[in-house]
């Protein structure tokens, strides 16, 4: 954290109101360097993916990072509303201490706006909705961390 614009703390003789208001302020403080850390650290690229319809062999929509779904099929908005105002759930990888990766009954949330839900979102999908395998292959997955 960036401690130059900290309020300075005030001398072990300050009186309750000086210590009240450099308390208020040193949280208020805290919580914008907090936000701030936090945008940092969920900073990524945004993404967008073209929607293939595979029956129809043809693209019917695109969706991005931010969960902004653009289509004029009814059918795919339909399976899409869902992932797009609850997230999508995907099971969470656990490791155990012989090494051995599995799918745990577990599941988290991936929202829109989050690290991994364009390719959550896009493994969700029914058939015959799906994106082209090359860019699938580079989207990222969610990062539990």
């Keep these: ?11 072990p003789d ?16 805290a919580i914008a360097e907090a936000a701030q850390e936090h945008t940092k650290d969920e900073e990524h690229e945004a993404v967008e993916v073209e929607i293939i319809n ?3 062999g043809k693209v019917v929509g ?4 931010n969960g902004n779904l653009d289509t004029e099929s009814d059918a795919l908005h339909d399976v899409s509303q869902e992932y797009l105002e609850e997230g999508v759930p995907v ?12 799918h745990a009954d577990a599941e988290i949330v991936v ?10 979102f896009v493994d969700a999908l029914p058939s015959p909705y799906d994106c082209d395998s090359e860019v699938l292959v580079d989207l ?4 539990k961390k």
């Design 1 to 11: 954290m960036d401690e130059s614009n900290q309020p300075e703390r005030p001398l």
């Design 14 to 29: 300050a009186d309750s109101a000086e210590i009240v208001r450099w308390m208020e302020e040193d949280f208020g403080w």
């Design 54 to 56: 595979h029956d129809q």
């Design 62 to 65: 695109t969706i991005d990072t």
């Design 91 to 102: 099971l969470v990888p656990t490791t155990y201490e012989n090494g051995e990766t599995v």
């Design 111 to 120: 929202d829109p706006g989050t690290e991994g839900f364009v390719r959550a």
């Design 140 to 143: 990222l997955t969610h990062d």
